[in-house]
């Protein structure tokens, strides 16, 4: 699988594994560890989650599901915006740590933000690095105003930006892309098959049977043909995460990219940051 690059120059998989919404319902439980499992033996080994997910289940579900594989996984998560203050943010990585069975996180989110200083999340995301219970750091659903007031607060070590970003979502083009590879951040982009939503597009759907592709495998496709872009869907079931593997394999043509942009038109103007 094609690798992205981040700060530091560690590289991951440009598809990795999201867990909104899992761990909620104990009948499907098995269902979901057993995709997270052949995920990463697929080659899927970023697996990002979050403390809000299911307050907590989630974690706890990610937890079970890497017991014996941990080390073989880039593990990631996210911490709301009024725990990412130097009095909270180490208590928060603590809880996480101890639902999703490990010792450290491979990368630590801020899930958005609120009204704690930036300049006091880099401070305390800093010295969780220091403290060895996180390797890297980044933000999620900040837009370019806000990573310029990051950068400016000794942010620099930020290795990604979370955001929304799919055919129906491409404002990030305008501006935040470009910004971003600018200053050698990634970007991992959540809900690339908006929550499925896409999945029922016609045109899409069209497109995608010309080419021997479901409507999510070329919704995938798309979003990872930039070289700066990791994508993180998420799927329940094994059959459902192989679906997803494939749409890594796949090169789009010239005419195909022009199909969607006449399908999915990029915006003629900025477009502020979107958020689920």
Known sequence: MREVVIVGGETVPCLGQGTWNMGERADRRADEIAALRAGVELGMTLVDTAEMYGDGTTEEL????????RDDVFLVSKAYPQNASRDRLERACEVSLRR????????????WRGRVPLAETVGAMEALVTAGKIRHWGVSNL???????????SGAACVTDQILYNLGRRGPERELLP??????MSAMAYSPVEQGRLVDDADLSEIADTIGLTAAQLALAWALRRSEVIGIPKAGTVAHVRENRHAADVELSAEVLAMLDDAFPAPRGRVRLEML
Do not use: C, Q
Not at 62 to 69: D, M, N, R, T, Y
Not at 100 to 111: A, G, I, K
Not at 143 to 153: G, H, K, T
């Open 100 to 111: 999703l069975r490990t010792d450290r996180l491979d990368l630590y989110l801020l899930h």
């Open 143 to 153: 837009d370019v105003d806000d990573m310029e007031e990051l950068v400016a607060a």
């Open 62 to 69: 990610v937890g079970e599901a890497l017991s014996g594989i």
């Open 179 to 184: 910004w971003l590879t600018e200053h050698g």
